[in-house]
């Protein structure tokens, strides 16, 4: 059975975007940490993005998430170093929708418009997903409907310790149960901390 993951980036005060669904503070974070036992270099030199991303079988988003995407599809791919036109080029990508909504017209873009309940659609993620993860990529209002259901296993949350004061938050419901299993700190000053959901 797959895993199902949300894999994201937070401020300190739990945003995951400015109020404008801007990511600046994220894609253009410099930071550094030179502080007590930065010397010692007991620090990732970078996030686990790529070895999480290998083991991603299928993706779901909300729809401004997925709208975010589509506007930034350079600066997305020139981050991500994909080198194509849709980052998540052969994995398939269900986008939670009421509305209608483009697709990318580019090769090895599977995405998939769907009008369903976090319920309705996790068989169909994990059957695409086989022996591969399911990536809940975001927002909030999309992770706490997997939580209430009792379909999220883990968070993947990449802190970076800026502080925005006001945003899109991180789980639109409350918080749910979790444990602490890891946690990465960054030499960038960011730190990643893993957690298991309780069921
Ligand atoms: N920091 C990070 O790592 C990170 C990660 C992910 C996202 N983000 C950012 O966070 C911001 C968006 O977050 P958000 O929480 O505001 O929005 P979101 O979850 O991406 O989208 C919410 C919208 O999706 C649609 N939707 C959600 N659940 C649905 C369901 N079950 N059935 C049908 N439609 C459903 C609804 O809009 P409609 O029905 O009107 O379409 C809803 O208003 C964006 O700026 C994004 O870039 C940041």
Redesign the pocket.
Known sequence: MPLTQYY???SLDGY??DPD?G?DW?TRYEGSYEGPGAADDPMAAGGSYEAFYERVGALV??????E??LRHLGEVDEALESGVAWPYAGKPYWV????E?PVPEVEGADVRVV????EEIHPELARAAGERNIWV??????AS?FAAAGLLDELHLTVVPVVLGAG?PLF?GPLPVMRLRAVTPIRNGMVELRYELAR
């Open positions: 994201v980036a937070a995951i975007a669904d990511l994220l988003s909300g729809s401004a998430t997925y975010w995407i939670l929708s009421s509305r909504l009008d369903a309940s976090a990529v975001g927002g909030g209002g999309v409907q899109k639109a």
